[in-house]
């Protein structure tokens, strides 16, 4: 069964390249933070400073919200390997962890209940330890910042995290843990709708906003939340 159709007048071939470009950034030496800044700029330095960062620290993942996910062309032409899945009772996917190499995942996508195509979940930052995340959690409430869910522990992948936004409005992970995959004939672990209803590892329940809003906003995000 062919994909749905996911950015409109958008190609898969764009997507593709769209998402290679995130992995390659992915991948880039540790010693850089995004473009143009380096570890040893001196705001990079302040804002690390109070976090405790050290060379454990690096972009996790890249997640995106949208109704259907091209696995199979993101499978046969990037080359990851899909190794966790959410299936709902009809059959419907909802939800796509993707790896690249030993990483248990970099590329994730999720159901979107806006139906919107293509908006961006987050993006998630990897700390080496559970205190790193809890230490952030402090350092947010300190500042005012709003925490969406967590610090808790993910079902699906292990990770330890923690969601807020940015000032731009996009939301953001901190997480730690999680695990490798070393044998090269690992099967993806499938979870079902039961499964999912059950929430986190610990049993918190996953809050509306997670599969509502992304970026950009969209109008339907408000009725769908005041639904819930």
């Not at 890249?62 to 091209?70: F, H, I, K, N, V």
């Not at 730690?176 to 995959?181: E, K, P, T, V, W």
């Amino acid at each position: 069964m062919e994909p749905p159709a996911l950015h409109h007048d958008r190609d898969v071939g764009a997507l593709i390249l769209e998402e290679t470009q995130v992995l390659q950034w992915v991948a880039v030496d540790h010693q850089e933070i995004g473009e143009g800044a380096r570890r040893d700029d001196p705001e990079v330095l302040r804002a690390t400073e109070e976090l405790g960062a050290d060379d454990g620290r690096r972009v996790d993942d890249l997640a995106r919200a949208q109704d259907g996910a091209p696995q199979q062309e993101l499978l046969r032409l990037v080359g990851l390997q899909l190794t966790e899945q959410i299936v709902l009772d009809d059959g419907a996917e909802a939800g796509v962890w993707l790896a690249a190499g030993q990483k248990s995942y970099d590329v994730t996508y999720t159901r979107d209940l806006t139906r919107t195509p293509g908006r961006l979940h987050h993006l998630a930052f990897f700390v080496a330890e559970r205190e790193d995340v809890l230490r952030a959690a402090d350092i947010f409430l300190e500042h005012g910042i709003v925490m969406e869910s967590g610090p808790h522990k993910h079902a699906i992948q292990q990770t330890f995290f923690l969601y807020t936004w940015e000032p731009g409005g996009n939301r953001v992970e901190i997480c730690s843990g999680g695990y490798l995959i070393f044998a090269p004939d690992h099967e993806a672990v499938v979870w079902s709708q039961a499964e999912r209803a059950k929430g986190q590892a610990w049993g918190m329940q996953t809050v509306a906003s997670f599969h509502i809003k992304g970026t950009p906003p969209v109008p339907e995000e408000e009725a769908l939340l005041a639904s819930r």
